[in-house]
């Protein structure tokens, strides 16, 4: 059994376990073990972010509440526009944790072509699968220090694009901020809301670029 | 006399054994296989280009040239799926990790390029297109059918003679350039990058360019059939085509909107619906 072949089945195997050949090739290959060690420890910390019952509505709501106040999220209103569907709910909390989950597997994989692919990159300089999970998954909440750890990773990994990273997050947060700033002063403005989300948007793209490097 | 006619020759030999010392320090490797209908291609590059173009069959020949030592490639296949990733060795500068990649795939089959510098073009695919680039250009050339999507942080797009499929283009600070570019639905999404379409948007189709501070530029023919709807948050707006006063929507109204920076209209039977928005930037719409 070869390295592909016992990664493709490798959800399978982590969820109902393995047959003979695979438990032989994780035996013996290193490289697929420490793979499999890294989610399940990935998995592990997903635990201390994803509730395992779902939270009661009111938390929703809550929620739900400070985001309209914030205005990120708007109440679901008949618009007069002519070709967006209202997205209001689009940045709503049910939809963070598959998102969560989706980025915490491609953290997964950053991780594990990090310590096979690309020797050069400085492991022990490598922040914990947590903490980037957790500035990876905050996409509101992108604070500075999410930032600053992002391009800690591109410096880690890439040192030659740490400049570019660093003048487009420079660029997509003063997007950010302009939009927000003409939110706050007009709240009734669809367009002002979706240059908001577009500037959001651009910015978790970025993120992906740098912590996984988009990578298929 | 003889002493010149010496030194010349030694500095021809010398010229030459450096242009064969550069020469031997790159490598070309070529990869083929034989491959199914639609399969998947993906190609991950650190620093250098990536051109794909159709390769008339069923077979994918792909050719690597390695600028130095420092720069390995690692491929997997099997008749549905062929993936060739850039490993580098440790302290590569981007110079010493660039590899340039030619391939030539069946026309169908799915595409995956990424590479952070480089420039990565495709013509004539017809299947599902994806590029992601950091800082190097872009370019698709005549795709019909396929589905085309791109990213970059910086680097610029140019979308030329696409039909037919949907494209779906974010940049941050990249300029994009589309000509003749339709499809049933193209979504265009910049920060501080120029959008320029030059086109008559086909027809049925859905058309949103928007960018945050960059300026849009859309120029079309008087046989256009479109219902163009465009504002500017806190930029301004010029219309040079003669378009059908239609009622704006009411979001124009609202909020902050007025009307020197918001025009509405159709031209003809208004087929293609085409959205323009900017944030602050200047939206223009002219004649061909």
Excluded at chain 1, 55 to 81: C, F, H, M, Y
Excluded at chain 2, 102 to 112: E, H, I, K, M, T
Excluded at chain 2, 115 to 131: H, N
Excluded at chain 2, 227 to 253: E, H, M, W
Aim: net charge neutral.
């Amino acid at each position: 059994m070869t390295c592909a072949e016992f990664q493709k089945a490798l959800p399978y195997i982590i969820e109902t376990g393995g047959n003979a050949e695979q438990e032989e090739h994780l035996r013996t290959c290193t490289k697929c073990s420490d793979l499999v060690a890294d989610l399940k420890y990935i998995a592990e910390c997903a635990k201390l972010l994803v509730p395992m019952m779902d939270p009661s509505p009111r938390v929703w709501d809550e929620i739900n509440k400070s985001l309209e106040q914030e205005g990120l999220v708007r109440k679901a209103t008949p618009r007069g526009r002519l070709l967006e569907p209202t997205t209001a709910s689009r940045w709503g909390p049910r939809r963070l944790v598959p998102v969560a989950a989706v980025v915490l597997a491609a953290l997964a994989l950053f991780v594990y072509r990090n310590q096979t692919g690309e020797k050069h990159v400085a492991s022990n300089q490598a922040p914990e699968p947590a903490a980037v999970a957790s500035s990876a998954v905050s996409v509101h909440g992108m604070s500075d220090a999410d930032d600053q750890q992002v391009l800690q990773q591109v410096s880690a990994q890439s040192p030659s694009m740490r400049d570019a990273y660093e003048s487009n997050l420079k660029q997509v947060n003063s997007d950010i901020a302009d939009a927000q700033k003409s939110l706050d002063q007009n709240p009734d403005d669809a367009d002002a809301e979706q240059s908001l989300r577009d500037a959001y948007e651009q910015k978790t793209m970025l993120y992906d670029m740098a912590t996984s490097r988009s990578l298929p | 006399m003889k002493s010149r006619r010496g030194g010349l020759r030694l500095t021809l030999l010398a010229l030459i054994s450096c242009a064969f010392v550069t020469a031997s320090a790159q490598t070309k490797k070529e990869f083929r296989y034989t491959v199914g209908p639609k399969a998947s291609i993906i190609v991950v590059n650190r620093f250098g280009p990536v051109s794909v173009r159709p390769s008339g069959n069923n077979q994918v020949i792909a050719t690597a040239t390695l600028h130095s030592a420092k720069a390995q490639i690692e491929d997997t296949h099997n008749p549905s799926r062929v993936e060739l990733r850039t490993q580098l060795l440790q302290n590569a500068t981007p110079q010493e990790g660039a590899v340039d990649y030619d391939l030539q795939v069946p026309a169908d089959a799915l595409v995956n390029v990424h590479s952070a510098t480089g420039t990565l073009s495709a013509r004539g695919m017809q299947g599902e297109v994806t590029l992601v680039g950091e800082a190097g250009p872009v370019i698709v050339k005549d795709t019909s059918n396929g589905h085309v999507h791109v990213k970059t942080l910086n680097g610029s797009v140019t979308l030329t003679n696409l039909s037919n499929g949907n494209v779906d283009v974010t940049s941050i600070g990249g300029d994009v350039n589309l000509n003749a570019v339709t499809g049933p639905s193209v979504n265009i999404s910049t920060g501080s990058g120029k959008i320029v379409y030059v086109g008559d948007f086909g027809a049925n189709g859905t058309y949103s360019l928007s960018n945050h501070s960059g300026d849009i530029d859309v120029t079309i023919p008087q046989n256009a059939s479109v219902d163009i709807t465009a504002r500017s948050v806190l930029g301004s707006v010029q219309n040079d085509f003669p378009l059908a006063q239609k009622a704006q929507p009411s979001s124009f109204a609202g909020g902050g909107g007025n009307q020197g920076r918001s025009f509405a209209g159709t031209s003809n039977s208004g087929s293609s619906s085409i959205q323009l928005r900017s944030f602050s930037g200047k939206i223009r719409l002219k004649k061909q």
